[in-house]
């Protein structure tokens, strides 16, 4: 009597069971095959530039072809890679202090109710994230401003980012006040207490904005193509283009001298290709899994904002 | 003393500080960001005069003609102002196509029981979004070339012996486009669904298991309608940004074979200006895509206030 009443239900959890792991099999299935697909490339890039570049030119798949070191010595000793190199670190650590000093400071400025017009000053700036004068516009005022074959093009223009100055002021404005308010009755005045209480205590935002900064200047390129020819303030990502595109005298000197005959024998361009993509790729690579989890905090907090 | 100073500055903030010592400390402070603000977002915005002149480099504005809308007008007649707009409007459209792709990845991934399976997809899934497409461009010709990867495993395997030039490809530019940005922004448009889904109330899925429903008809109606509301904010975002086709994507991939097809406005534009050197129409095709994408998003936002409630602004 009981076992008709029993059975339905252990064959129904059979059923699922089985449906189970099947779900299982195929999600887990495509998930590796999306792994592989994103990862390859990068992994190829790597074991290329590893290998030998002779080797490597018979092909090369899943594991080196030989093991050298010798594309990476020929890459930073190429004329302009290592000015290249110090104009790409020099723009990300400098542009990021200055973004994030910008920012901050006006985001600090911007929650003190004593100011007059401030609404007007804050919409002022926040505006400035919905429109876009356009590309000649652009183009023709950063000249104007002698900003052509300038370092200072490379930070000026990103120094205060509408979008960030809403995320430092609203972190700031759930600051308790009251610590605030007893370094002013000691007689601090804005600065000092900007710089001794407000953005220590900001860390955590102001961390997320440095990165957001930080990834933005590595790879920005744009501003160099279209504005500075000079080769002394050339970046990483423009030397790679120009050298993906063969128009860079980088490109020419690599295969002069592959002509000519002092590297032939050791050297391909490919080889030298990758190096440089590595060198470019790695400073993200190494990083971003350990700054992840500001990136995500920064979304979010955008999309709760925005 | 202090406290209740404290307390009673709180509760009545000075109105009008205007005339305060205090205020104008601060009043001085600020505007030299705002003078910043001023310099590199709103003085270029004089540049919109260019259109309504005959501008030549070399020439002061002064000393060229004014010659009103006729640049608009010229749009009109120009005959490669339609397939700039196809180009773009296509590869746009195609993007918002695949939209529910990462929606579908961030369900996937939220289904994934082992902790660091899901932290390797997610960790490597996002790696794309932070590289440059110069970088992309350098890892596509990598694989994608004649002499590159796939063509070389392709030919070893025996599967094909004519190498293939994906870059170079002109009938099937769109789909390798469309892809690459899918490959560059999956991992990182699925972050915002996966937290929706995080912040799904577990009583629901506790319910469904209860009333004995499979993981598929969970998933389909629990975790699906409960992303929905992310999935149509973005999708009305995106519908504003349908002239904003990604410049420096289109920038890197360009080549003779595939450049008819890719030019896309903002592509057109530069070539314009700075490759003709035609900064008065350039300007004009520019002042052009920034009214419409500007209709465009107040458009999606009165249709957002109007269905849902509330504006996407």
Known sequence: MSNPASAPPVRRRRATDWKDVAFN????????????????????????????????????????????????????????????????????????????????????????????????????????????????PWYLTMKAYGLQNSFMLYLLPSALVGFNVILIKTFIEQLPASLEESAKIDGAGYVRIFTSIVFPLSMPIIATIAVFAAVGQWNTWFDNYFLVSDPKLQTLQLVLYNLLNQTSNLSNLTSEQLTRGDLVRTMTPQSIRMTITMIVTLPIVLVYPLLQRYFVKGIMLGAVKG | MELAHAAKKQHQPPKSGLFRKDGIKLLLMALPFAAVAFAFSYVPLFGWIYAFFDYK??????????????????????????????????????????????????????????????????????????????????????????????????????????????????????????????????GWSAIIYLAAIVSIDSEQY???????????????????????????????????NLLSAGFEQYLVFTNAIVADRIEVLDLYVYRLGLITGDYSYSTAVGIFKSVISIVLLFSVNFLSKKFRGQGIV
């Open chain 1, 25 to 136: 099999a195929c999600n887990y299935f495509f998930l590796t095959v999306l792994i592989i697909v994103t990862i390859y490339p990068f992994y190829y890039i790597l074991i290329y530039s590893i290998s030998d570049p002779i080797e490597a030119q018979k092909g090369v798949y899943l594991w080196p072809a030989g093991f050298s070191l010798e594309a990476y010595k020929t890459t930073i000793g190429l004329p302009g890679i290592r000015d290249a190199a110090i104009v790409s670190l020099g723009r990300t650590v400098i542009g990021t202090v200055i973004t994030v000093f910008c920012c901050s400071f006006f985001a600090y400025l911007i929650t003190k109710h004593e100011m007059p017009f401030r609404s007007t000053i804050y919409r002022f700036v926040l505006v400035t994230m919905y429109f876009n004068a356009g590309f000649i």
């Open chain 2, 57 to 186: 480099p070399g020439i002061p504005l002064s000393q060229t003609p004014f010659i009103g809308l006729e640049n608009f007008r010229l749009m009109f007649d120009d005959p490669r102002m339609g397939p700039v707009l196809i180009n773009t409007l296509a590869l746009s459209l195609l993007s918002i196509a695949t939209a529910p792709i990462p929606v579908l990845f961030a369900v996937m991934v939220s289904e994934v029981r082992s902790g660091w399976f899901k932290r390797l997809v997610q960790t490597t899934s996002t790696l794309p979004h932070y590289i440059s497409w110069v970088i992309v461009y350098s890892l596509a010709f990598s694989m994608f070339s004649t002499e590159g990867a796939i063509n070389a495993i392709l030919y070893k395997l025996g599967i094909s012996d004519m190498p293939v030039n994906v870059l170079g490809n002109y009938d099937r530019v769109w789909t390798v486009q469309t892809l690459l940005l899918l490959w560059k922004s999956v």
């Open chain 2, 206 to 240: 506790d319910a469904a298991k209860v009333d004995g429903a499979g993981r598929l008809r969970i998933i389909w109606h629990i975790t699906i309608p409960n992303i929905m509301p992310t999935f149509i904010v973005l999708l009305l975002l995106s519908i504003s």
